[in-house]
């Protein structure tokens, strides 16, 4: 159950109530599960397949191609899921994650 006693909640209550600051609202992706998005570790899964994929398509470079399953299997393992968004972005590169997490 929802602590409404919280500091934190009696303070966001306050600014909504007074109209001090704007508001911006971040809601989890399970609230958008049923209209087709993943969830957070789904999504997770699915940037480090893009990470797979990518290595699947490297010929000549294995150097490249074990850092790339390598950081796949780290952020798949990671308990924290930002620590593993962190880990796929770095290592697909700011664009190529962009597209990933967009597709």
Known sequence: MFNIE????????SIVR???NKILVWVGSGLSQ??????WSALRDSLCAEL???AKNIVED????????????????????????EIVKRTLGET????????
């Open 96 to 103: 190529s994650f962009q597209a990933a997490v967009r597709a």
């Open 52 to 54: 797979e994929n990518k």
């Open 18 to 20: 007074e109209r001090t």
């Open 62 to 85: 294995v150097h490249e191609k074990e850092r790339l399953l390598k950081a796949a299997s780290e952020a798949r393992r990671h308990s924290n899921l930002w620590v593993a968004f």
């Open 34 to 39: 049923p209209v087709g998005f993943p969830s």
């Open 6 to 13: 919280q500091e934190s909640y009696k303070h966001f209550r």
